[in-house]
């Protein structure tokens, strides 16, 4: 099992539900995230085009960020879920400095803390909260190695591209394009 | 144009706009573990070629401070942490793909070596301190017998110290700057300076200061060499590294790399070393005292500079 | 500045009395039985209480979820709601801000003179009510009742409305008509004999052709709207968007047609040439239904693609072809009206071109195209009559906009001013949840308004602009504290959704419901709220009509059945529409009786001079207004507005990416706030935009207070619409300055 998860970066409105969902439902306090929206656009006016991007960390499956980690607080969960056991990290930060998405941050009691893929709510049988609240039903949760999973039959379907895969971290997070 | 904007305004403390998770802290501790791993390699490599009287500082005395600049290195490490009471974590598993994790095993290991290093050449110069202590005066000389086999540990220790100080960095893929595999031999070769320079800056000896000057000026030019194939190899390199290089050459970092690094760090105590040779007559503390406060420097910026470089996407 | 402007003094709201209260707050809770009762068994056992959500008008209804201990924990949808179909926008997602938003207003405030300066001293409300009330009768007997005006908006409105109407006025106003969505109204009434109505009529789930009019759907976050688009795009609909700027939906459409501003009318009038004169009109539905076919064929006759080319700058090969996907999708095909309509002072009009342009495509009535929507009927119980008003708002304005179907707050503003042939100016204000200091356009005429008042009670949660200038504050609680009436709202189904407290109210603060029915009490006026407690009237309610405040408690929504199979019109049946001439009426025999044109004109507009730039303005997608501007966990996402600037402008101004400047407009009038500069090819060259709802003067709300730059301060030209009396504010050019005004005094 590989939990994934596709956007849709022609729907996503870029209005961050995600990330004040994402808020409330894992108590990130105030000043911190663990998803963002980033907004491409490129071209000259009136030739334009844009992408929206819902971001948070790839649950990648050669995870530097696991790779580094002095203590192994970063570990691979659940179906390849990139986990931080806040009772084993040390704050060393080496983590953060490993990844390239800078999808990591350090809570204010001094763990590391970032996106859990809402393992509480996936084990429940639930969508991650992002997911479940966003308008535009541009995100898609599941299963890659089941291939009639929602997220597996919409990468049948449309393209798809990865974030900085020259960086060779195989990440779990596919954007639709 | 391409505009490419973070607009849920992302503002992680310490991470946004700019990464900047180290401040002084791991500079430092790379700083005296490279200073540390380059005295004690110097005093290993001497004793090892049986020079003990000739350079008597270097191989007696200098490690001495080696413990003490270890625990300050230590302290600053253990305050960059941010989740300090599980400090301890550390030493319950060992991760070998982890710079982090076997970089603190090897100061596991260093840290008692260059104790038992010390401790030996201290009873030596100051027998009478440990008068009292007749146990330890003879688990001293027991250690005195394999002295020739610890400083051969110790010598491959501090190398693996030394070189992991630069391999910490180089290892984060994700950060560019710090992504080439010349930041170990350069942090090693920097180590090896600093140590060279507290020789000639408190050795007593005329012959031993000189002869440290000139071991200096070798490791200067050294690393003024790896320097430059750094920035070569960068620009050479993908278009991040290019980018990365570019803050070096042109971007926010010139100036200070190149005045106070290259220029008072490097040229400018590597000319007064080779204008001493060439018997002018020059204070031999300031190419030195320049050369330790440039390694430290060297350390901040290239902690820095790698924190400010990223992938473009 | 003359003495009485001087008067009401701005007061930067200060807690330095908040000793005085300790006291009496237990005094009160002894004193008044029937304050809003927390609703222990949800708070220990149910982890959610049913709201509905109160962060915009779109009134989403869904859950506020607790945690063990019974706090607010978040906020989520209910799944049985047509709003939201379980799924909040992020406004309603970070909604649990409002209620932790520390700035909020806490106590009862009075003003005073304390030597010779005016302050705030926090009453009880005991005091702070009967003040009230002495001053409305007083004012009352002396001016009438009907020179007492209550403009509002949210929730808190009816309860206010019944109070108002119990004292003898019916001046009730909503910014939302004359600031918003008038012009949209009277046009389709005028049109369909039937308004738009809100949430929107429009079925954008099943339609094939999605044509917005700088309706920026995706930034503008009306939740049902965001939705029903990302379905109908899965479903493979055509989206059509006309925006000057790149907007969200520009960005998701197949065709964008950069607009020149101020132009659509040529736009939508070379539509309707096109698709008249090539028949690519709903020829069955237009003959049964339609009346003035001919004369609006004979009207736009030379309309022709071209003649648009000449004045909004879009291809004829772009306005053909786009007109023929519409008519392509025809009758599933929605020209969406748009909500913020109140643009150029001709907006009626315009909208008239949306109407009718619909109407050749038979959209309206037609699945994917506007629906019928139905609501449930919500009993009311029976009061005593309302006495007589015989004054209203209307008669500052002899002869115009009679075509107003709901009261100006821009005219009652205007009304207010005393002039020389007075017939009804206005003494007291009660403003619920408006902050009119930012939400009027022409700022200066606002505060003179206001400085002719006798009383000015403001009611809201927050310290802000408003709030300054009142003579009384009186703190509501937040809409997860307090009940609110039954949600009805038209939609596919009669549906109703109930508001309950989630927690009890922070602070001192009280509920509309309470305080109009405590004031109701003081000013004798007790038959008009029969009951004792809001949970008893709701009961009461909910019984006579197949429910109960215990079942709403525990599902929150409920879904009624329609009456009639009518969501669509029925093909067969002769539909008779609510007009002169029972047609659809392309040729408005209303406009014309009023002495309106009954076919929309175009007219140009001005233009900005040299160095200025047309100021556009819009939504963010995770704030409203400016009331979100200070919520903690909204503030995180944006805490201050940027103004987009073309790269073309940015370099002959030598404007950087980030660097704050200060907008001056075309009146002198410099923004009291630097704003961040954006340089973006999302905005055209002519113009520049910025979010509407940022830098706030009032000094108490601490997050928001100087950040960002308002766009309310520089619209001061208004371009009335004469039909409406809409309040046009996109006639307003603004130039760069790189100092605050006051700096630039000094050197
Ligand atoms: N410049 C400019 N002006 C505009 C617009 C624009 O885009 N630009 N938009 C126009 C449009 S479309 C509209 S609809 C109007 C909207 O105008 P308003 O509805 O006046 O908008 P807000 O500024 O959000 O003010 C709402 C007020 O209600 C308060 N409030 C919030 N919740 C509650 C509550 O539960 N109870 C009470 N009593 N008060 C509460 C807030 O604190 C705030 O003071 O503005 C119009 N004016
Ligand atoms: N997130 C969020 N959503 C909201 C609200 C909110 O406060 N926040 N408020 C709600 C309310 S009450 C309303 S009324 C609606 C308003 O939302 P809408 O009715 O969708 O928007 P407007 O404010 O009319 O239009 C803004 C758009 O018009 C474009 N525009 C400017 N000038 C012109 C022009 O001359 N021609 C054309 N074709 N386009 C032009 C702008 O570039 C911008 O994209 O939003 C609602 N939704
Ligand atoms: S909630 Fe959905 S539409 Fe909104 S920003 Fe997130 S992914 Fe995009
Ligand atoms: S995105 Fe970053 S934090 Fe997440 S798994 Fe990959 S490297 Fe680790
Ligand atoms: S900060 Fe924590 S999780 Fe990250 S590498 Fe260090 S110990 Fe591991
Ligand atoms: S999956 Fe959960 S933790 Fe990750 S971003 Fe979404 S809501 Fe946050
Ligand atoms: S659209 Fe958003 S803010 Fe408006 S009522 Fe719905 S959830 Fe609340
Ligand atoms: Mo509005």
């Known amino acids: 099992m590989r939990y994934g998860m596709a956007i849709d970066a022609l729907k996503c409105v870029g209005c961050s539900d995600c990330v004040v969902a994402c808020q409330t439902e894992n108590n990130v306090p105030i000043g911190y995230c663990r998803d963002w929206i980033v907004e491409k656009t490129t071209g000259t006016y009136p030739q334009l085009q844009m992408e929206i991007r819902s971001e948070r960390c790839n649950h990648c499956s050669n995870a530097p960020c696991v790779r580094s980690c002095p203590t192994s607080a970063s570990h691979y969960g659940k179906g390849g879920i990139v986990l931080v056991d806040e009772n084993a990290c040390i704050g060393c930060k080496a983590c953060i400095a490993s990844c390239p998405y800078d999808a990591r941050f350090i809570h204010p009691e001094g763990y590391v803390d970032k996106c859990t893929f809402c393992l509480h709510r996936v084990e429940k049988g639930q969508d991650p909260a992002c997911v479940a609240v966003c308008p535009t039903k541009c995100m898609y949760f599941g299963d890659l190695d089941d291939p009639r999973s929602e997220v597996s039959q919409i990468m049948k379907k449309r393209k798809w591209k990865t974030l900085i895969p020259e960086a060779g971290t195989s990440p779990n997070i596919f954007y639709l394009i | 144009m391409i505009e490419e904007i973070i607009t849920s305004g992302r503002m992680n403390h310490e991470i946004d706009p700019q990464l900047h998770i180290w401040g002084w802290e791991i500079p430092l501790y790379l700083f005296l573990g490279g200073l540390v791993a380059g005295i004690l390699i110097l005093s290993g490599v001497f004793y090892i070629l049986g020079r003990e009287e000739r350079y008597p500082f270097t191989i007696k005395i200098l490690p001495i401070v080696t413990p003490l600049l270890l625990s300050i290195g230590l302290f600053a490490l253990f305050l960059d942490l941010s989740h300090k009471l599980y400090f301890w974590r550390l030493y319950t598993i060992i991760r070998w793909n982890s710079p982090m994790s076997w970089g603190a095993w090897t100061l596991m290991a260093i840290f008692p070596l260059s104790i038992l290093w010390s401790v030996t050449w201290l009873e030596d110069l100051k027998p009478q301190w440990f008068n009292n202590y007749k146990w330890l005066h003879s688990s001293l000389d027991l250690l005195r017998k394999y002295r020739q086999k610890l400083a051969m540990i110790m010598v491959f220790f501090s190398l693996i110290l030394g070189m992991y100080t630069g391999i910490l960095l180089s290892a984060f893929n994700a950060r560019p700057f710090w992504n080439t595999a010349i930041l170990g031999p350069l942090f090693l070769v920097s180590g090896l300076s600093g140590a060279a320079a507290l020789v000639v800056l408190f050795s007593k000896e005329t012959r031993e200061k000189k002869i440290f000057g000139r071991i200096d000026l070798l490791l200067i030019t050294i690393e003024i060499f790896l320097l430059i194939h750094l920035f070569m190899g960068f620009l050479s390199g993908t278009q991040v590294h290019i980018e990365a290089a570019k803050m070096f050459l042109g971007g926010p970092y010139t100036t200070f790399f190149w005045v106070f690094i290259m220029g008072f760090g490097l040229v400018f105590p590597g000319i007064l070393e080779f204008m001493e040779l060439r018997k002018f007559k020059v204070p031999t503390a300031i190419p030195a005292i320049l050369v330790l406060i440039g390694g430290l420097l060297l350390r901040i910026i290239i902690v820095d500079a790698g924190q400010a470089s990223r992938w473009l996407y | ?747």
Request: proline share 5%.
């Open chain 3, 1 to 747: 500045m003359s003495e009485s402007m001087d008067r009401r003094r701005f007061i930067k709201i200060s807690s330095t009395f908040l000793g005085g209260l300790a006291f009496t707050a237990p005094l009160l809770s002894n004193s008044i039985g029937n304050m809003i009762v927390p609703n222990p068994e949800s708070r220990i056992s149910g982890l959610r209480t049913p709201t509905y959500c109160e962060v915009c008008f779109w009134k989403c209804a869904g859950w506020v979820e607790h945690d063990e201990s019974g706090n607010i924990k978040k906020i989520i949808g209910n799944d049985e709601d047509q709003h939201s179909n379980g799924r909040f926008c992020p406004r309603g997602t970070g909604g649990v801000g409002m209620y932790n938003d520390g700035d909020r207003l806490k106590n009862p405030l009075i003003r005073t003179t304390i030597n010779g300066k005016q302050e705030y001293r926090e009453a009880s409300w005991e005091e702070a009510l009967n003040y009230i009330a002495d001053k409305l009768k007083a004012i009352s007997e002396k001016y009438g009742p009907d020179c007492i005006a209550l403009l509002t908006h949210g929730s808190g409105g009816s309860y206010f409305g019944n109070l108002l109407k119990a004292i003898g006025s019916r001046n009730i106003a909503a910014p939302s008509y004359a600031q918003c969505r008038g012009p949209r109204e009277v046009a389709f009434i005028g049109t369909f004999g039937e308004g738009i109505g809100s949430p929107e009529r429009t079925d954008i789930r099943d339609t094939r052709c999605l044509v917005l009019i700088g309706s920026h759907i995706g930034e503008n976050m009306h939740n049902g709207h965001v939705q029903e688009m990302s379905d109908a795009i899965d479903k493979g609909a055509q989206i059509i968007t006309v925006d000057p700027r790149f907007s969200t939906a520009a960005s998701k459409s197949n065709f964008w047609l950069p607009i020149k501003p101020a132009t659509d009318m040529a736009l939508l009038l070379a539509w309707i040439h096109e698709i008249i004169y090539n028949e690519m009109y709903d020829k069955k539905y237009v003959d049964k239904y339609t009346f003035g076919f001919d004369q609006l064929k004979e009207h736009v006759k030379d309309m022709t693609p071209e003649w648009a080319y000449g004045i909004t700058t879009i291809k004829p090969d772009q306005i053909r072809e786009t007109a023929r996907a519409m008519a392509n999708a025809s009758p599933s095909v929605i020209i969406h009206p748009g909500r913020h309509v109140t643009w150029y002072g001709d907006d009626t009009q315009r909208l008239r071109a949306v109407a009718i342009l619909n109407a050749l495509l038979g959209s309206w009535g037609r699945r994917g195209g506007f629906y019928n929507p139905e609501k449930a009927y919500l009993p009311k119980y029976k009061l005593p009559e309302y006495p007589k008003s015989t004054r209203s708002w209307r008669d500052a304005f002899p002869g115009q906009f009679k075509l107003a179907d709901l009261a100006l707050a821009s005219g009652i503003c205007d009304a207010t001013i005393p002039s020389v042939d007075d017939k009804c100016s206005f003494k007291a204000w009660i403003v619920n949840g408006t902050n009119l200091i930012t939400t009027l356009p022409d700022q200066k005429n606002t505060l003179k308004a206001i400085q002719s008042l006798e009383l000015l009670v403001v009611v809201d949660t927050m310290p802000m602009e408003i709030t300054g200038y009142a003579d009384v504050v009186l703190p509501e609680c937040t809409y997860l504290e307090r009940y609110d009436s039954i949600r009805v709202s038209g939609h596919r189904n009669p549906q109703i959704a109930l508001r309950m407290p989630a927690a009890e109210p922070k602070y001192n603060s009280k509920s509309a419901w309470w305080m109009a029915r405590e004031l109701g009490l003081k000013m004798g006026l007790g038959a008009y709220f029969p009951f004792k407690t809001q949970e008893e009237e709701l009961d009461w309610q909910l019984k006579n009509m197949d429910s109960s405040l215990e079942e709403m408690k525990r599902i929150g929504v409920k879904t009624f059945p329609r009456e009639f199979d009518d969501l669509y019109i029925d093909e067969n049946d002769n539909f008779e529409f609510n007009t002169n001439t029972g047609k659809i009426e392309l040729y408005s025999t209303s406009f014309e009786e009023e002495g309106h044109s009954p076919l929309p004109v175009y007219t140009a507009h001005d233009e900005p001079p040299e160095g200025f730039y047309r100021l556009n303005y819009g939504r963010a997608p995770m704030h409203t207004f400016g009331r979100t501007s200070n919520n903690p966990n909204l503030a995180d996402l944006m805490d201050e507005n940027s103004v987009w600037v073309n790269p073309k402008v940015a370099r002959d101004w030598d404007l950087k990416n980030n660097q704050y400047i200060w907008l001056e407009n075309q009146d002198g009038i410099r923004s009291s706030f630097p704003i961040k500069v954006r340089v973006t090819e999302r905005i055209r060259f002519d113009s520049v935009y910025m979010v509407h709802g940022f830098g706030h003067d009032s000094k108490k709300l601490t997050q928001a207070h100087g950040r960002g730059a308002s766009d309310s301060e520089l619209i001061s030209k208004v371009l009335l619409d004469p039909i409406m009396g809409g309040t046009g504010m996109r006639g307003n050019f603004v130039t760069f300055k790189f100092k605050a005004a006051n700096m630039e005094k000094n050197t």
